[in-house]
């Protein structure tokens, strides 16, 4: 079975600083995927960033980075600079077949 | 190019009767996965179908069901709903079974159980 924690239901950051969001995965895959998606409240899933998990190298997009620990299962994801426009849901994600979802991380950015 | 377009945004149903919701997946798109986002909560994994057959379902009983018909898009089918039926209903495509590229997802139907 495939499961995906967060365990921080809230979160909030000041403009322009740096948030950390953590997740925390299981399987017994070897090969799998792991994503962050944002959905903001117009309810469309936005995909964040991805990361292969035979890769060693952390994946980053512009401002947002992870820090993938495969022998730990922690896949956290680091916003730098946030903006207002980062204020969303963010959902951890591991594929292997199909996608299992974390229960989402609400974070906002504060002006 | 399309993205995965889903309809109808909103339905409201009596408890008991029936629903059925539409998603299309993106051109060239073989595999379409459904999941239940209810208020406030996670996405929950509910069926995936690719090349027509149901690939894998969730923990849900029996009357949610589906089918992928020939042009790949899909329907859901929600029979004897009950009131905690009410969430998001979000429809994904992807290119292949999951894996590197991910999912695009719909914009959901919101179904409400009156």
């Known amino acids: 079975a495939q499961t995906v924690t967060q365990s921080q239901p809230e979160m909030s950051v000041q403009e322009a600083e740096t948030v950390t969001l953590s997740c925390t995965y299981d399987?017994?895959?070897?090969?799998?995927?792991l994503f962050w998606y944002k959905q903001p409240p117009s309810r469309q899933m936005i995909l964040v960033i991805r990361q292969e998990a035979y890769k060693q190298q952390n994946a980053t997009e512009n401002r947002f980075s992870v820090n993938f620990q495969k022998a730990a299962k922690s896949f956290s994801l680091k916003i730098s600079d946030s903006q207002l426009g980062d204020t969303a849901m963010y959902f951890c994600?591991?594929?292997?077949?199909?996608?299992?979802f974390g229960a989402g991380t609400r974070l906002t950015v504060k002006p | 190019e399309a993205g995965v377009t889903q309809s109808p945004t909103h339905l409201i149903k009596t408890r008991g009767q029936q629903a059925t919701l539409r998603c299309s997946p993106i051109s060239g798109h073989t595999s379409v996965y459904w999941y239940q986002q209810a208020l406030g909560l996670g996405l929950q994994f509910l069926l995936w179908y690719d090349e027509g057959e149901e690939r894998n379902r969730g923990n849900f009983p029996p009357r949610f069901s589906g089918r992928q018909f020939p042009n790949y898009s899909s329907e859901l089918n929600v029979n004897a709903l009950e009131l905690e039926d009410s969430a998001l209903y979000l429809c994904?495509?992807?290119?292949?079974?999951?894996?590197?590229?991910?999912?695009?997802f719909g914009s959901g139907t919101r179904l409400t159980v009156v």
């Open positions: 994600a591991l594929n292997n077949n199909d996608m299992r």
């Open positions: 399987t017994s895959e070897n090969n799998y995927y």
């Open positions: 994904a495509s992807s290119l292949r079974p999951g894996f590197f590229y991910g999912y695009t």
